[in-house]
């Protein structure tokens, strides 16, 4: 259960790092964040960390069993 919860932690991670990252780039708009380079290069570190969260979890998943 708590390998599941670290997975999921780490995909919602992901995903907001891409949503971040797309919106620092400009291709999503109606946001401060739109069009700010810090978020074009901060989106992708999230997204890449998120993605380490979720590799831990699942690790962790077959270590357990």
Do not use: C, E
Not at 2 to 29: M, R
Not at 44 to 50: D, M, R, S, T, Y
């Amino acid at each position: 259960m708590k390998s599941s919860l670290i997975i999921g932690a780490g995909a919602l991670i992901t995903v907001a790092g891409v949503i971040f990252a797309l919106q620092g780039l400009g291709y999503i708009g109606g946001s401060v964040m739109s069009g700010v380079t810090f978020w074009a290069v901060a989106g992708p570190v999230i997204a890449l960390a998120g993605i380490g969260i979720a590799v831990f979890g699942m690790r962790h998943r077959h270590s357990a069993s």
